[in-house]
């Protein structure tokens, strides 16, 4: 168990309102967030959930943000002069801002039956969210999981059918790789979605589904079982705009 929250004082809400019973230790620090394994509150009826806390902006490392949240509205006015101005009100409604958005982009996608992590509660720092693992851990990226070979194709398929899913909910991951995508035995969830983009507003979503299928293209080609990453783009995309997805 962890045994001081000086750090991530995010999760204290969580704590308060019954939702996590104790905080039993960090799991992963990344670019933009630290997630921390939690024991969760009766209220939840499980085990073990895990608070994904946003970092400070000036500890986020997110490489061209401004390609993300292109289309992406503040609709109010004080809020909005906030954060242009960068002021310390801005910044944390900046960090709420991409947190209100990956909360409610997985709890979207994971009603219309995506592989994607179920959403409890939010705060305007942290993420309380289903844990993909175990009490022996966390289950492992796909990029370093012992995968059967026959395992493979079924497994690209589904990705690749989750992606059309996500698509045809207006919603396109936009940093999709084998490194945000867990694995256990006959199954994937994907990951990590604060920078998920909406096509109907953003210029670069078209690059950016590229992007995510090449990056998956080369991974299952080391495998045995790439696809062309550009001609599967441009099929998706295509049904898309003609509402066919």
């Known amino acids: 168990m962890v045994e001081s929250l000086a750090e991530i004082p995010a999760i204290e809400p969580f704590l308060e309102q019954g939702y996590v019973a104790e905080v039993i230790n ?3 620090s990344g670019k933009e967030a630290s997630a921390y394994l939690c024991r969760a509150g009766r209220r939840l009826g499980r085990a073990l959930v895990v608070a994904k ?8 490392n997110f490489a061209n943000a401004a390609q993300y949240t292109e289309g992406r509205v503040i609709l109010n006015g004080q809020a909005r002069r906030a954060v242009a101005k960068k002021t310390e009100m801005g910044r944390t409604i ?8 990956e909360f409610e982009v997985l709890s979207n996608l994971h009603y219309t039956g995506c592989d994607v992590p179920e959403v409890f509660v939010c705060t305007e720092q942290a993420i309380l969210m289903e844990y993909i693992g175990g009490e022996e851990g966390p289950a492992p990226q796909l990029q370093h999981a012992p995968i059967a070979p026959d395992e493979v194709p079924v497994l690209r398929d589904r990705l690749l059918g989750d992606i ?3 698509l045809a909910n207006d919603v396109v991951h936009g940093d999709l790789s084998a490194f945000n995508v867990l694995y256990r035995p006959g ?5 990590d979605f604060p920078q998920a983009v909406d096509p109907r507003f953003n210029a670069h979503a078209r690059r950016l589904l590229t992007r995510d299928l090449s990056n998956l293209a080369k991974y299952f080609a080391r495998h045995g079982h790439g696809f062309d990453a550009e001609e599967h783009a441009a099929g998706l995309w295509e049904r898309w705009r003609h509402g066919s997805v």
């Open 164 to 166: 059309e899913q996500y």
């Open 53 to 60: 806390v946003y970092h400070d902006r000036e500890r986020r």
């Open 94 to 101: 900046e960090t709420a801002f991409w947190v209100d958005h």
């Open 187 to 191: 199954r994937l969830t994907v990951i």
């Open 26 to 28: 960090p799991l992963k």
